[in-house]
T-cell receptor, first 116, second 112 residues
Framework: NAGVMQNPRHLVRRRGQEARLRCSPM?????VYWYRQLPEEGLKFMVY????????ESGMPKERFSAEFPKEGPSILRIQQVVRGDSAAYFC??????????????FGEGSRLTVL | SQQGEEDPQALSIQEGENATMNCSYK?????LQWYRQNSGRGLVHLIL?????REKHSGRLRVTLDTSKKSSSLLITASRAADTASYFC????????????FGTGTRLTVIP
């Protein structure tokens, strides 16, 4: 059973470009979470999605950031007009149930975005 | 903010010694978890302790939870070089928030 798959693992963008990060949850998991980690810091929650629905986007900046989890295909975190401050590692996690009910999250290896 | 704080920020020990890391948090919780992160990799779940539990063991790991002090500790016994990693505590909160709140981590280095 493959784990949470994220791609690309590394992404370099120039200021003003768009970044698209993809996440395929573990088989059988319908709950997806995106977190951001700045260097030497812990993870900060961004958004929680179920298939075709954004459940909680309270941690996601209101501008330039969007997320989706379509009926078919991976979840996508999209950052438009990237700025240097967007440079970070973005982690996707999945679970079979809502995290608040079960606890453990299964993380991908992360996508490391560098904005030049 | 519910975000936890780990202590110490960094810890360096010799192989075979025990490593103890502490975590403090701010609001009441349902459970507390510890995760491990190797450099440049994703997080791996280690252990979950519920608010009505005081101590839990898993292999060489021992976790304690003191809800009156809003603190937890992670003990790794007989450490190995392969234990070198960052360790994070993570909590939920009683509002039923959809996410985990992570601490800033303890960077553990085990010297062979």
């Amino acid at each position: 059973n493959a784990g949470v798959m994220q791609n690309p693992r590394h992404l370099v963008r120039r200021r003003g470009q768009e970044a698209r990060l993809r996440c395929s949850p573990m088989k059988g998991h319908s709950h997806v979470y995106w977190y951001r980690q700045l260097p030497e810091e812990g993870l900060k929650f961004m958004v929680y999605l179920q298939k075709e629905n954004i459940i909680d986007e309270s941690g996601m900046p209101k501008e330039r950031f969007s997320a989706e989890f379509p009926k078919e295909g991976p979840s996508i975190l999209r950052i438009q007009q990237v700025v240097r401050g967007d440079s970070a590692a973005y982690f996707c996690a999945s679970s079979p149930f809502r995290q608040a009910n079960t606890g453990e999250l299964f993380f991908g290896e992360g996508s490391r975005l560098t904005v030049l | 903010s519910q975000q936890g704080e780990e202590d110490p920020q960094a810890l360096s020990i010799q192989e075979g010694e025990n490593a103890t890391m502490n975590c403090s948090y701010k609001t009441s919780i349902n459970n507390l978890q510890w995760y491990r992160q190797n450099s440049g990799r994703g997080l791996v779940h280690l252990i979950l302790i519920r608010s009505n539990e005081r101590e839990k063991h898993s292999g060489r790991l021992r976790v304690t939870l003191d809800t009156s002090k809003k603190s937890s500790s992670l003990l790794i016994t007989a450490s190995r070089a392969a234990d070198t990693a960052s360790y994070f505590c993570a909590t939920d909160d009683l509002t039923g928030a959809n996410n985990l709140f992570f601490g800033t981590g303890t960077r553990l280095t085990v010297i062979p």
